[in-house]
T-cell receptor
């Protein structure tokens, strides 16, 4: 069973607000990822990390930023939310070696008014 | 170029019908992994299966079966005797060893199983 948690599950916020989506995993995985997904649609990789102090941008350009100060924690921040940021954000993790499957959190559904 | 293609956007079947979800991938790596994930309406992606490029044996798990054919670069997923609980979006994914095991997801196939 996957042990990866995302908070909040749902967030409705006004334009211009700063938000942080939290993601934590208890599996000791080195790799962590953030995907953006419109409901039922394709997943787009926006950030990933191979370990502490490692962060990279994904294939889809995003105005969000991430940090990886601890292995288990990979928060995503939007400094100034806009309606175009409305989406579902999925956090995932996997072990470093080999091609382990991705374990996903339940997602954070963000709505920016 | 799309590395993983799921040409079926949406499929509707009646309960107890068999259904096959297609997945075609593209890679130059000799070592790679293929995955299927299920995303029910609740939103969380659930891992179903992983296959490596050296193992073309088909796999069966209950009502689920997977057909991996390197000759056609396909990794199709069949649900036998479908049930309403199978209704979800199914994603096929590719991970390339020479590309830091980066994951490439298909666009997903939405399966509607009607009672």
């Amino acid at each position: 069973e996957a042990d990866i948690y995302q908070t909040p599950r749902y967030l409705v916020i006004g334009t211009g607000k700063k938000i942080t989506l939290e993601c934590s995993q208890t599996m000791g995985h080195d790799k962590m990822y953030w995907y953006q997904q419109d409901p039922g649609m394709e997943l787009h990789l926006i950030h990933y990390s191979y370990g502490v102090n490692s962060t990279e941008k994904g294939d889809l350009s995003s105005e969000s930023t991430v940090s990886r100060i601890r292995t288990e924690h990979f928060p995503l921040t939007l400094e100034s939310a806009r309606p175009s940021h409305t989406s579902q954000y999925l956090c995932a993790s996997s072990r470093l070696a080999g091609a382990g499957e991705l374990f996903f959190g339940e997602g954070s559904r963000l709505t920016v008014l | 170029a799309q590395k993983v293609t799921q040409a079926q956007t949406e499929i509707s079947v009646v309960e107890k019908e068999d259904v096959t979800l297609d997945c075609v991938y593209e890679t130059r790596d000799t070592t790679y992994y293929l995955f299927w994930y299920k995303q029910p309406p609740s939103g969380e992606l659930v891992f179903l299966i992983r296959r490596n490029s050296f193992d073309e044996q088909n796999e069966i798990s209950g009502r689920y079966s997977w057909n991996f054919q390197k000759s056609t670069s396909s990794f199709n997923f069949t649900i036998t005797a479908s049930q309403v609980v199978d209704s979800a979006v199914y994603f096929c994914a590719l991970s390339e060893v020479d590309n830091f095991n980066k994951f490439y997801f298909g666009s997903g196939t939405k399966l509607n199983v009607k009672p």
